[in-house]
C-alpha cells in the first residue's frame, strides 16, 4: 500500500511518462518554428494532401516509436476541426476542468481522479473532493515551477479538453425525429410469414455461359458507375505462392531410421538421462530431463515442459519403462522449438498425480526445542494421531498448539496443494515434502525432514489422473541438403518460367491466365494480398516473416511495376521459397476496363446464369418450381431486422408498399446468391403507437454511441474504421497517405 501511495501522490508527474505518450500536438512551440525537410514527391506521408513534416514525425518517433504515426495523424486531423469550430481552452477553463470547479465535473482522466478518490474506500466524496483539490493545486504548484514540464501537461489536459468538446458538439447535433422513430419501430415490428424457393447462380457451370468481348464491353458500359466498381482508394493486388523447403520421402525414410535406432538405445541405455540429453537436439538440464510433462493447453504449460494434449490417453496409459513415439511437438511446446517441426520419443520413468493435498504440522528447533527435544515430539503427535481413524479434531489441536506455522488462518496456511510436481505450496517446504506426498497413498501419515525443520505430514487427497515423469530425446524433423538444394532450383525454374511467359504477353487478362495456369499446373497454393497505395504493408499473417512482407511491397512498387511485374528473385521465408506477381492494379474512383476485367467478367456470368433461372421461374408456382428443381420449401417469419438467411436486396423489395399485401405469389427476384419465388403467407401491421419517444431515446443514444465511440487510440496498426463512424469520416476526408514502408524500402523518396 505504501508503494501505491506514492505513485498516487507523484500522479501529475507519471502523466509527463505516461499521458504524453498519447499527446496528439496541437501546434506546439517546436512544430511552430521548424520547416519541412523532406524532398521528394512523397515525402513521409500526407494528410489533406500535404506533406507531413518529417522533422516533426521523427522528433515523435525518438519518443514515442511506432505510436508517433497516429499520434500525428491526430494532431493533423482534429486540429483542422477543432480550428473549424472555434474549440479552444482558456487557462481559466482548463484550471476549472482539472480542480472540478465552476460547475466541472471530476475530470474523466485516471491520474486526475485519483486525487479525488479516497484511499481507504475507493469512493469520490464531497470530503475528497476538498482533500483532493487541496493535494492536486500542490502538486501542480510543484511542477509549475518547471516551465518546459508544465507547458506539456497544459497542452495535454487542453487538448483532452477540446476533444471532449468537440464530441459534446457533435452529440448535442444527433436529433432523431418521430418519424424516423416510427420507421425502426416499423422494421423491428412489421412481420410477414412466407414461403420461397431459392435457386442458387453456382449450380449452374461457368462452362454454360458463353462470353462474348462485345457483350461484356457493352456490360461494363452500362454498370461502370456501380457502387460495387468504385473504389475509395487506388491499390495493387499482389499474387504469390510458396514453395515448401519440407522434406521429402526419402529424408522421411531416414528420419524413421534414426529414430529406430534411438528408441532401442533410449530403452536399453543404462542412465537415461545421460543418454537422452546425448542425442537430443534440445538440450535439458538434469532436474527438467526427468521432470513430468503437461499437456501443452495446461495452465502450468508456460513453466513446465509440454506434450501434445493429444497424448493425455498414450501417456496414461504407457506402463513405466516404456517407449512414446515418435510423436509430433511443435512451436506450442516448452522446448523452446520456434517453430521448427521437431519430433520426440520419450521413456516413461514414473507417474505423478496432477494435483495432491496434504496437510502438516512444522516443528522447528528453538531455545525451548533442542533437537532431541524434535524428535521425542515428533514421534509423540505422530504417535497419538496414527492411534484414531478421523484425526481431524485433533490434528487440528495438535497443530495450534506445537506447529511454528499455526496462525489464526489455520485451514489455509496449513493446507499443502501440489497442483504440479515441485510447484505451489510445497515447494516453499521442499522437495522431501513433495517426495514424500507423491510416494505414498492417501491417508498416509508420517515424519518427514525439510530445510526448514520436521514435518508430520498426512496425505489427504489424489487426483486419479496422472501425469508423466519422461526422459525425452528432441529432434528436429528438417529437409536434407540435398533436398534444399532441389527446392531451391525448383523456386528458380519457377520464376525463370514465370518470367518468360510473361514477357511474351500484352493482355493484362492473358498474364494473369499464363500465371494462374502455371500455378496450377504444379499445385501450388496461390494466395492475394491487396496492397494500398496509401499504406502499402503486407499483413503479419500473411507470411512468415515481415522482410518476405516488405519485398512484395518492393516489387509491387518499384519504378516501372505493372501487372505482370515479378520479384526479383525467390523470396526466402524461413523454410520457404515465396514467388509473387503484380497481379492487377486500381486506380482510385471509376476504373478501367483492364482494372476490373474479371469482377466484370464474373459478374456478367452470374447475371447470365439469373437469367436463365429467371426463365425457369416464369409462370410457376412455388411448389412446382420446387418440384422440377428438387428445391427445398422454406418457411420463415421474417421482419426487415430480421430475414432469416435471404438476401437484403430481396428483403427490401419483400417489404416495399406495393407488395403489402397477403397471400400472393411475388414476381421471381434475383437476389446475391441466386433466384428467389416468395410467397406472402400472412403478415402484421404493427400498431401506431400514440408517442414514440422510448424509440426516439433509444436511437439518439445508438446514434452517439456509433458517432463518438471513443477517442482515438494510438496503437500503431489501427485503422479507423475501429473507431466510430465519425472518425473514420475525419480519416477518410483527410486523405491519408502513409508513405513510411515505401521510404523504408527506399521505393518512393
Not at 499520434?71 to 474549440?87: A, C, F, N, P, R
Not at 418519424?179 to 425502426?184: I, N, V
Not at 515505401?742 to 523518396?749: D, T
Given at each position: 500500500?505504501?508503494l501505491?501511495?506514492?505513485?498516487?501522490?507523484?500522479?501529475?508527474?507519471?502523466?509527463?511518462?505516461?499521458?504524453?505518450a498519447?499527446?496528439a500536438?496541437?501546434?506546439?512551440?517546436?512544430?511552430?518554428?521548424r520547416?519541412?525537410?523532406?524532398e521528394?514527391?512523397?515525402?513521409?506521408?500526407?494528410v489533406?494532401g500535404e506533406?507531413?513534416?518529417?522533422?516533426?514525425?521523427?522528433?515523435?518517433?525518438?519518443?514515442?516509436?511506432?505510436?508517433a504515426?497516429?499520434?500525428?495523424?491526430?494532431?493533423?486531423?482534429?486540429?483542422?476541426?477543432?480550428?473549424?469550430?472555434?474549440?479552444?481552452v482558456?487557462?481559466?477553463?482548463?484550471?476549472?476542468?482539472?480542480m472540478?470547479?465552476?460547475?466541472?465535473?471530476?475530470?474523466?482522466?485516471?491520474n486526475?481522479?485519483?486525487f479525488?478518490?479516497?484511499?481507504?474506500?475507493?469512493?469520490?466524496?464531497?470530503q475528497?473532493?476538498?482533500?483532493?483539490?487541496?493535494?492536486?493545486?500542490?502538486?501542480?504548484?510543484?511542477?509549475k515551477?518547471?516551465k518546459a514540464?508544465?507547458?506539456?501537461?497544459?497542452?495535454?489536459?487542453?487538448?483532452q479538453?477540446?476533444?471532449?468538446k468537440y464530441?459534446?458538439v457533435?452529440?448535442?447535433?444527433?436529433y432523431?425525429?418521430t418519424?424516423?422513430?416510427?420507421?425502426?419501430y416499423?422494421?423491428?415490428?412489421?412481420?410477414?410469414?412466407i414461403?420461397?424457393?431459392?435457386?442458387?447462380?453456382n449450380?449452374?457451370?461457368?462452362?454454360?455461359i458463353?462470353?462474348k468481348?462485345?457483350?461484356?464491353?457493352?456490360?461494363?458500359?452500362?454498370?461502370?458507375?456501380?457502387?460495387?466498381?468504385?473504389?475509395?482508394?487506388?491499390?495493387?493486388?499482389?499474387?504469390?505462392?510458396?514453395?515448401?523447403?519440407?522434406?521429402?520421402a526419402?529424408?522421411?525414410?531416414?528420419?524413421?531410421?534414426?529414430?529406430?535406432?534411438?528408441?532401442?538405445?533410449?530403452?536399453?541405455?543404462?542412465?537415461?538421462?545421460?543418454f537422452?540429453?546425448?542425442?537430443?537436439?534440445?538440450k535439458?538440464?538434469?532436474?527438467?530431463?526427468?521432470?513430468?510433462?503437461?499437456p501443452?493447453?495446461?495452465?502450468?504449460?508456460e513453466?513446465?515442459?509440454?506434450?501434445?494434449?493429444?497424448?493425455?490417453s498414450?501417456f496414461?496409459?504407457?506402463?513405466?519403462?516404456?517407449?512414446?513415439?515418435?510423436?509430433?511437438?511443435?512451436?506450442?511446446?516448452?522446448?523452446?522449438?520456434?517453430g521448427?517441426?521437431?519430433?520426440?520419443?520419450?521413456?516413461?520413468?514414473?507417474k505423478t498425480?496432477?494435483?495432491?493435498?496434504a496437510?502438516?504440522?512444522?516443528?522447528?528447533?528453538?531455545p525451548e526445542?533442542?533437537?532431541?527435544?524434535?524428535?521425542?515430539l515428533s514421534?509423540?503427535l505422530?504417535?497419538?494421531?496414527?492411534?484414531?481413524?478421523?484425526?481431524?479434531?485433533l490434528?487440528?489441536?495438535l497443530?495450534?498448539?506445537?506447529?511454528?506455522?499455526?496462525?489464526?488462518?489455520?485451514?489455509?496456511?496449513?493446507?499443502?496443494?501440489?497442483?504440479?510436481?515441485?510447484?505451489?505450496?510445497?515447494k516453499?517446504?521442499?522437495?522431501?515434502?513433495?517426495?514424500f506426498?507423491?510416494n505414498?497413498?492417501?491417508?498416509?501419515?508420517?515424519?518427514?525432514?525439510?530445510?526448514?525443520?520436521?514435518?508430520?505430514?498426512?496425505?489427504?487427497?489424489?487426483?486419479?489422473?496422472?501425469?508423466?515423469?519422461?526422459?525425452?530425446?528432441?529432434?528436429?524433423?528438417?529437409?536434407?541438403?540435398?533436398t534444399?538444394?532441389?527446392?531451391?532450383?525448383?523456386s528458380?525454374?519457377?520464376?525463370?518460367?514465370?518470367?518468360q511467359g510473361?514477357?511474351k504477353?500484352?493482355?493484362?487478362?492473358?498474364?494473369?491466365?499464363?500465371?494462374?495456369s502455371?500455378?496450377?499446373?504444379?499445385?501450388?497454393?496461390?494466395?492475394?494480398?491487396?496492397?494500398?497505395?496509401?499504406?502499402?504493408?503486407?499483413?503479419?499473417?500473411?507470411?512468415?516473416?515481415?522482410s518476405?512482407g516488405?519485398?512484395?511491397?518492393?516489387?509491387?512498387?518499384?519504378e516501372?511495376s505493372?501487372?505482370?511485374?515479378?520479384?526479383?528473385?525467390?523470396?526466402?521465408?524461413?523454410?520457404?521459397?515465396?514467388i509473387?506477381?503484380v497481379?492487377?492494379?486500381r486506380s482510385?474512383?471509376?476504373?478501367?476496363?483492364n482494372?476490373?476485367?474479371?469482377?466484370v467478367?464474373?459478374?456478367y456470368?452470374?447475371?447470365?446464369?439469373?437469367?436463365?433461372?429467371?426463365?425457369?421461374?416464369?409462370?410457376?408456382?412455388?411448389q412446382?418450381?420446387?418440384k422440377?428443381?428438387n428445391?427445398q420449401?422454406q418457411?420463415?417469419?421474417?421482419?426487415?431486422?430480421?430475414?432469416?438467411?435471404?438476401?437484403?436486396?430481396?428483403?427490401?423489395?419483400?417489404?416495399?408498399?406495393?407488395?403489402?399485401?397477403?397471400?400472393?405469389?411475388?414476381d421471381?427476384m434475383?437476389?446475391?446468391?441466386?433466384?428467389?419465388?416468395?410467397?406472402?403467407?400472412?403478415?402484421?401491421?404493427?400498431?401506431?403507437?400514440?408517442s414514440?419517444k422510448?424509440?426516439?431515446?433509444?436511437?439518439?443514444?445508438?446514434?452517439?454511441?456509433?458517432m463518438?465511440?471513443?477517442?482515438?487510440?494510438?496503437?500503431?496498426?489501427?485503422?479507423?474504421?475501429?473507431?466510430?463512424?465519425?472518425?473514420?469520416?475525419?480519416?477518410?476526408?483527410?486523405?491519408?497517405?502513409?508513405?513510411?514502408k515505401?521510404?523504408?524500402?527506399?521505393?518512393?523518396?
Open positions: 500500500m505504501a501505491i501511495g506514492k505513485i498516487r501522490e507523484k500522479s501529475v508527474l507519471l502523466v509527463i511518462i505516461i499521458g504524453l498519447l499527446l500536438f496541437i501546434a506546439g512551440d517546436y512544430f511552430s518554428t520547416g519541412g525537410g523532406v521528394g514527391e512523397y515525402g513521409v506521408g500526407h489533406f506533406k507531413v513534416d518529417l522533422n516533426r514525425y521523427n522528433y515523435l518517433r525518438s519518443r514515442y516509436q511506432e505510436s504515426w497516429p499520434i500525428l495523424v491526430d494532431s493533423l486531423v482534429m486540429t483542422k476541426e477543432y480550428q473549424g469550430l472555434g474549440i479552444s482558456s487557462d481559466k477553463e482548463l484550471n476549472s476542468y482539472l472540478a470547479t465552476d460547475g466541472f465535473d471530476i475530470c474523466p482522466d485516471q486526475i481522479r485519483s479525488f478518490t479516497d484511499s481507504i474506500t475507493g469512493q469520490i466524496t464531497e475528497s473532493k476538498i482533500d483532493g483539490r487541496v493535494k492536486l493545486k500542490n502538486q501542480l504548484n510543484e511542477i515551477k518547471d514540464q508544465w507547458k506539456d501537461i497544459k497542452r495535454y489536459y487542453a487538448n479538453r477540446m476533444r471532449q464530441l459534446d457533435v452529440s448535442q447535433g444527433i432523431v425525429s418519424l424516423e422513430a416510427k420507421d425502426d416499423a422494421t423491428k415490428n412489421l412481420r410477414k410469414n414461403d420461397y424457393v431459392l435457386k442458387n447462380t449450380t449452374i457451370p461457368n462452362e454454360n458463353e462470353v468481348e462485345a457483350e461484356l464491353s457493352a456490360y461494363f458500359a452500362k454498370h461502370k458507375w456501380d457502387s460495387k466498381y468504385q473504389s475509395d482508394e487506388a491499390y495493387k493486388v499482389v499474387k504469390f505462392f510458396s514453395i515448401d523447403e519440407s522434406p521429402s526419402k529424408d522421411t525414410a531416414n528420419f524413421n531410421t534414426m529414430y529406430a535406432s534411438l528408441k532401442e538405445g533410449l530403452q536399453n541405455a543404462k542412465n537415461d538421462t545421460i537422452s540429453n546425448s542425442k537430443s537436439d534440445i535439458l538440464s538434469f532436474f527438467n530431463s526427468r521432470s513430468t510433462f503437461v501443452e493447453a495446461h495452465f502450468k504449460a513453466e513446465l515442459f509440454t506434450y501434445p494434449k493429444n497424448m493425455d498414450t496414461a496409459e504407457a506402463p513405466v519403462g516404456s517407449i512414446v513415439g515418435p510423436y509430433a511437438c511443435g512451436p506450442k511446446m516448452k522446448t523452446k522449438t520456434n521448427l517441426n521437431y519430433y520426440a520419443i520419450s521413456k516413461v520413468l514414473g498425480p496432477s494435483r495432491i493435498k496437510r502438516h504440522i512444522l516443528l522447528e528447533v528453538s526445542r533442542d533437537s532431541a527435544a524434535i524428535i521425542t514421534k509423540d505422530l504417535s497419538q494421531l496414527q492411534k484414531i481413524k478421523d484425526r481431524n479434531p490434528f487440528e489441536t497443530a495450534r498448539t506445537n506447529s511454528a506455522d499455526a496462525t489464526i488462518e489455520f485451514d489455509n496456511l496449513l493446507e499443502l496443494t501440489l497442483n504440479y510436481p515441485e510447484q505451489d505450496r510445497m516453499f517446504y521442499g522437495n522431501e515434502i513433495s517426495a506426498c507423491t505414498n497413498p492417501v491417508g498416509t501419515i508420517g515424519i518427514v525432514q525439510s530445510k526448514l525443520g520436521t514435518h508430520i505430514i498426512e496425505v489427504l487427497e489424489k487426483d486419479e489422473k496422472s501425469l508423466p515423469k519422461l526422459a525425452t530425446i528432441f529432434k528436429e524433423f528438417k529437409p536434407s541438403e540435398e534444399m538444394s532441389l527446392k531451391e532450383k525448383e528458380d525454374n519457377m520464376l525463370s518460367a514465370l518470367y510473361v514477357n504477353l500484352n493482355s493484362q487478362k492473358d498474364i494473369r491466365s499464363f500465371f494462374d502455371i500455378v496450377r499446373s504444379k499445385s501450388y497454393k496461390p494466395r492475394a494480398v491487396k496492397l494500398s497505395d496509401n499504406s502499402p504493408i503486407v499483413p503479419e499473417n500473411y507470411l512468415n516473416s515481415v518476405a516488405d519485398r512484395l511491397v518492393r516489387a509491387a512498387y518499384k516501372g505493372k501487372v505482370g511485374t515479378l520479384v526479383g528473385r525467390p523470396i526466402r521465408d524461413k523454410n520457404t521459397y515465396v509473387g506477381m497481379y492487377s492494379t482510385k474512383g471509376s476504373p478501367s476496363f482494372e476490373v476485367e474479371d469482377e467478367r464474373k459478374n456470368i452470374r447475371d447470365m446464369k439469373a437469367k436463365i433461372i429467371m426463365d425457369e421461374f416464369e409462370g410457376k408456382s412455388i412446382e418450381i420446387a422440377e428443381q428445391l420449401v418457411s420463415p417469419s421474417v421482419t426487415l431486422k430480421s430475414l432469416n438467411n435471404i438476401d437484403a436486396k430481396v428483403g427490401g423489395a419483400l417489404f416495399s408498399e406495393k407488395n403489402n399485401k397477403q397471400n400472393i405469389s411475388l421471381a434475383v437476389g446475391a446468391n441466386g433466384v428467389y419465388k416468395i410467397f406472402i403467407k400472412s403478415g402484421n401491421e404493427p400498431t401506431d403507437k400514440k414514440y422510448v424509440e426516439k431515446e433509444q436511437m439518439n443514444t445508438e446514434q452517439i454511441g456509433k463518438v465511440k471513443s477517442p482515438i487510440n494510438y496503437s500503431q496498426n489501427r485503422k479507423p474504421s475501429e473507431e466510430s463512424f465519425l472518425i473514420n469520416g475525419l480519416y477518410k476526408k483527410a486523405d491519408i497517405i502513409d508513405n513510411r515505401l521510404l523504408q524500402l527506399n521505393v518512393r523518396n
